[in-house]
């Protein structure tokens, strides 16, 4: 598998260092690739639980992350603002199949996590917990609790996105 690196910024707890970092969608999780200089042989490798952050001209952004499995990974950057969004896919195209013998029973894709981050309070966006999530979140906007109040969950992943810009949008202005 050839791999492509880009100049970019990576901000370990000690340094920041200009390198070239091996392209990654929207997560590094178990080692972020590194070259010094684009034509080295072999990459440096450095672990995410070391850093803080990785910055690609200041556009594109992955932050530390605390996940739902209790790794550190980076990740990208969705919204930023008072409230900042990061989604990470657990599965790249697969999902969970029950079987009973030869028989598929069902075969269910397995879901992205939601983080939202406020204050430095990192928040996993569940269907049991949303609600008061969102409720310790979205503060001091009286449209956004009632949102709070009416939303489904499906509904309110579905539109994650615009929803954290819209409030960032409001909160800033």
Known sequence: MKRTYRWG?????????QCYLEEMENKYSNKVRYKLKLNDKRPLKIKPANMVQI????EEIYDRINNAQN????L????????RLYRENLSIGTSSTLTLGNTMLYEKPIPDFYYLVKYDQIYIMSKLTFRES?????TDNPEFEKLIDEIKYREFINNIEEIVK????????
């Open 76 to 83: 990208k950057r969705l919204a930023n603002g008072p409230v």
């Open 166 to 173: 819209d409030y960032n949008e409001r909160t800033s202005n």
């Open 55 to 58: 910055k690609f001209n200041d």
């Open 71 to 74: 790794e550190f990974v980076l």
């Open 134 to 138: 969102l409720k310790k979140i979205f």
């Open 9 to 17: 910024e990576m901000i370990t707890q000690k340094d920041t260092i």
